[in-house]
């Protein structure tokens, strides 16, 4: 009796297997391009319906408002109160007296001023903020500019799901952007999401050869955070080895170097060491004649501080090591087109790069680069196999 149900039971199963397969085969594309659509719709939805607040926000609002108040009390009082009419009662209380060093910042305006340094280095993203804020106050700008950058990296994802025939791919894709902290990073008043929409721009204009797109698109994303120059920095050293786009690169990395230096002496940022010290060690209450020594022990601390917090409360590790592991079983890099090659690589020792220079732990500071990895990867590997026979699609 009980081999007659399982039979029954297992027929059924494979019955509506068979037949959800028929119906979805003709419909993959569709499906894919659907599921992928209506992931990114979803998060812009609720990043405008549950945005996430930070400290960051007077900071940036301070940045965006500075060019027209030039007291500095006036600026904080501004800059506050601005904020504190697009946040919740509570939100407002955690972000202005939880620790001494928000307490301190909501007190004492020239301290404040002293941390704008760290800020106004991402100018691209300032100056959005301020042409939109003509419309609306600098806090709903920026707000505004996640929601845009949410929805133009799902467009630029679809549109390279497109061009490669691999639409059927995007419930994928999307898994890798949950892996990738998209949802947060989408929510957080930060220019990092912004600064992923170029440069995932730029890795498709280089693989489809429009090397002159691609330059701007970096130069873009360096101009919204500078500290992308790492990658621009490693992308233009294969480049200029492997050839394809040598020129082009070139012309852009000498162009973010010469701004990099006219930024960072123009614009009152506290130094490499100082943010680095501030970021990993202590939030100092002002950098008013704040000037840690260089450590050669402090810095390996932050190194392994910042590990240890990647393994326990972030993903950017784990995906980085499931990416590695599928290049090395799943692809023939001497069977990958030269320029997905070497942007693959430039990628891969960027991230190794810049965490050494810069050991951030969270996860949506990497969010580019491990998209990056994961569409290069899943679309030379559909091509690899379409070349090595006929490729299953249909799960």
């Not at 090397?211 to 873009?220: E, G, I």
Request: charged share 15%.
């Amino acid at each position: 009796m009980s081999n007659l149900v399982q039979r029954s039971l297992e027929q059924s199963f494979l019955f509506a297997y068979r037949q959800s397969c028929r119906l979805y085969r003709p419909l993959r594309s569709w499906i894919g391009a659907a599921v992928l659509g209506l992931f990114v719709l979803m998060t812009a939805a609720v990043v405008h319906v549950f945005p996430l607040s930070n400290w960051d926000m007077f900071a940036y609002t301070a940045a965006v408002l500075e060019p027209g108040v030039e007291d500095p009390a006036e600026l904080h009082r501004q800059s506050y109160a601005i904020v504190k009419d697009n946040v919740s009662e509570g939100e407002y209380l955690t972000l202005t007296g939880d620790r001494a060093y928000r307490i301190r910042q909501a007190e004492d305006p020239e301290a404040f001023r002293t941390m704008l340094g760290f800020y106004r280095i991402k100018i691209l993203y300032l100056e959005t903020a301020r042409f939109l804020s003509a419309q609306m106050d600098p806090v709903k700008a920026l707000r505004m500019i996640s929601i845009a950058s949410t929805l133009a990296i799902g467009i630029i994802l679809l549109a390279w799901l497109a061009r490669t025939g691999t639409l059927m791919y995007g419930p994928v894709v999307a898994a890798l952007l949950i892996g990738a902290a998209f949802g947060d990073a989408a929510q957080l008043l930060s220019p990092d999401l912004y600064a992923s929409v170029f440069l995932l721009l730029a890795a498709l204009f280089y693989v489809e050869r429009l090397d002159l797109p691609a330059a701007f698109s970096l130069f873009a994303a360096f101009l919204v955070r500078p500290d992308h120059l790492a990658f621009v920095g490693v992308f233009f050293v294969l480049a200029a080895i492997y050839g394809p786009g040598r020129w082009s690169l070139t012309a852009c990395f000498a162009a973010c170097l010469a701004v990099y230096l006219w930024l960072t002496r123009g614009a009152d940022h506290p130094g490499w060491w100082i943010h680095m010290w501030f970021t990993h060690v202590e939030y100092v209450p002002t950098l008013e004649g704040f000037h840690p020594p260089f450590s050669l022990v402090t810095y390996l601390q932050m190194l392994v501080r910042s590990t240890v917090r990647s393994l326990m409360s972030q993903t950017w590790l784990a995906l980085l090591f499931a990416e590695v592991l599928f290049f090395a079983k799943c692809i023939s890099p001497a069977k990958l087109d030269e320029r997905p090659r070497v942007l693959l690589y430039a990628v891969f020792t960027s991230i190794c790069a810049k965490y050494l220079v810069f050991p951030h732990y969270e996860t949506r500071f990497y969010l580019p680069y491990l998209m990056i990895l994961g569409m290069l990867l899943l679309t030379g590997w559909h091509r690899q196999q379409k070349a090595s026979g006929p490729v299953d699609t249909s799960t």
